[in-house]
T-cell receptor, first 115, second 111 residues
Framework: AQSVSQHNHHVILSEAASLELGCNYSYGGTVNLFWYVQYPGQHLQLLLKYFSGDPLVKGIKGFEAEFIKSKFSFNLRKPSVQWSDTAEYFCAGRLGSGNTGKLIFGQGTTLQVKP | SQTIHQWPATLVQPVGSPLSLECTVEGTSNPNLYWYRQAAGRGLQLLFYSVGIGQISSEVPQNLSASRPQDRQFILSSKKLLLSDSGFYLC??????????FGPGTRLTVL
């Protein structure tokens, strides 16, 4: 079955530490991949997305993600986190073609950054 | 620019009561519309999506239904709420298969 999974459910880091959140998908065809973030009390918003082209994509607030097709992965990275990065992070994938735009979400990762 | 509204923001309802959650989008036409439910520790689950007026696809068989009476209006309903319907309901829109943009959500508690 098609799925998107996030391995880290709760991550605690100190400020300035590096971040990598794992995301894997299960599908052998065309994929579009997304990372969304939900800051406390705010809307779910897009961090970055991959549709095609350069597998290393850069998003807002210094985040980046790398699409590795051979590993079915789309991990999110940031070299140095800040307290303001405390939030819940969701990986999502559109697995397959078509115009419905249906997304499959991972379980989410709660990131807590200690000042 | 496009904006998406959801109301109410919070709702507490007794078991067996009806439900109506509304989502409207401004600044766009003929969007795809989606209803998701977010449960703690379980990510977002797609409930319904619509590619046009009156066109509803259900992803998960359940106690809920959806309708799209106007191009930019999407309604989530139930005739009789269950305890298991509690959760955070998010509406989203997109242009066809492009990026989805989410509303502020409705926190539903069924007692």
């Amino acid at each position: 079955a098609q799925s998107v999974s996030q391995h880290n459910h709760h991550v605690i880091l100190s400020e300035a530490a590096s971040l990598e959140l794992g995301c894997n998908y299960s599908y052998g065809g065309t994929v579009n991949l997304f990372w969304y973030v939900q800051y406390p009390g705010q809307h779910l918003q897009l961090l970055l997305k991959y549709f095609s082209g350069d597998p290393l994509v850069k998003g807002i607030k210094g985040f980046e993600a790398e699409f590795i097709k051979s590993k079915f992965s789309f991990n999110l990275r940031k070299p140095s986190v800040q307290w303001s990065d405390t939030a819940e992070y969701f990986c999502a994938g559109r697995l397959g073609s078509g115009n419905t735009g249906k997304l499959i979400f991972g379980q989410g990762t709660t990131l807590q950054v200690k000042p | 620019s496009q904006t998406i509204h959801q109301w109410p923001a919070t709702l507490v309802q007794p078991v067996g009561s009806p439900l109506s959650l509304e989502c409207t989008v401004e600044g766009t036409s003929n969007p795809n519309l989606y209803w998701y439910r977010q449960a703690a520790g379980r990510g977002l689950q797609l409930l319904f999506y619509s590619v046009g007026i009156g066109q509803i696809s259900s992803e998960v068989p359940q106690n809920l239904s959806a309708s799209r009476p106007q191009d930019r209006q999407f309604i989530l309903s139930s005739k009789k709420l269950l305890l298991s319907d509690s959760g955070f309901y998010l509406c989203a829109w997109s242009y066809a298969a492009d990026t989805q943009y989410f509303g502020p959500g409705t926190r539903l508690t069924v007692l």
